[in-house]
């Protein structure tokens, strides 16, 4: 049985370079990991795809194609992942794997909120599919930014209809204190309410109402620190990610 992990969150918060770490950790431990670029328009990334969705599109060629620009092209080229996704199917068929790391594209809503995402995620089997939602820690790092990427994470979850896990990701370039603030909000919605409200930053559709539902909704999980500079944290995302999937935090290398 084959794990898919879909990394995702905002441009910029650290997809492809955990994509890169993750497969790199998984390797040394004895473990089969392939790399799923789902990026039609990315130029250059952290490591080399095993399977490339820019095989099959490329922005340059849809622009000409469709007569649109760059954003227009990023957007079409979206969609037509759902037209290809049986020949992604077939190239991830050929290899055998415990792990697929599927890098989305650099902007999130390409993939988290556009029909043909879920087209994919159908295509490719929900079974032992998870989403993986990086928290970049300059936007975690003040109550209003955490919240919102709580809310983002959820948004997510409900397009796609897949299980979660959170990671902190970068936790190399904060410090020590600003961390455990993150970590502590991700543990108390409590906590994360008395900052928000200590700010006066607590609107009427903030309320405590909100977080009570966000709790229940089980929107609210502990966010696993990693670093794909430093690689820490990457072994208890692995284990985050088991757990969810199979239900044991371990996976025996063949
Ligand atoms: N220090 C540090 N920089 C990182 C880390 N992860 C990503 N970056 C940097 O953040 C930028 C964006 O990373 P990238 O993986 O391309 O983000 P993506 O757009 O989400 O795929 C790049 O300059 C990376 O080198 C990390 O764990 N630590
Ligand atoms: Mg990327």
Avoid at 1 to 15: F, P, Q, V
Avoid at 73 to 90: N, Y
């Amino acid at each position: 049985m084959s794990a898919l992990l879909y990394i995702i969150g905002n441009a910029g918060c650290g997809k492809s370079s955990l994509t890169s770490a993750f497969k790199n950790w998984m390797q040394a431990h004895g473990y089969e990991a392939v790399t799923v670029n789902l990026d039609p328009g990315v130029e250059w990334l952290p490591y080399a795809p095993d399977i490339d969705v820019r095989e099959w599109i490329r922005i340059d060629e849809v622009m000409r194609n469709y007569g649109v620009g760059p954003n227009g092209a990023q957007i079409v080229a979206a969609d037509l992942l759902a037209v290809e996704v049986e020949k992604l199917r077939s190239a991830m068929e050929e290899y055998v794997a415990d792990y697929y790391i599927v890098d989305t594209p650099g902007q999130m809503e390409l993939f988290t909120l556009r029909s043909s995402s879920h087209v994919v995620v159908e295509c490719l089997g929900r079974r032992e599919a998870v989403l993986a939602y990086l928290f970049d820690p300059s936007l975690a790092k003040t109550p209003q930014g955490f919240i919102s990427l709580v809310l983002q994470c959820l948004s997510a979850q409900f397009r796609l209809d897949l299980p979660c896990v959170s990671a902190l990701s970068k936790a190399d370039l904060i410090s020590a204190e600003e961390r455990e603030k993150i970590l502590e909000w991700s543990r108390e919605p409590e906590a994360l309410y008395l900052a928000l409200t200590s700010e006066g930053s607590l609107t009427a559709t903030l309320s405590t109402e909100l977080f009570r539902a966000l709790e229940s909704m089980q929107a609210y999980r502990e966010l696993v620190p990693t670093s794909s500079e430093t690689g820490e944290g990457i072994p208890d995302l692995y284990s985050a990610v088991q757990q969810v999937i199979y239900g044991s935090e371990d996976l025996s290398p063949d």
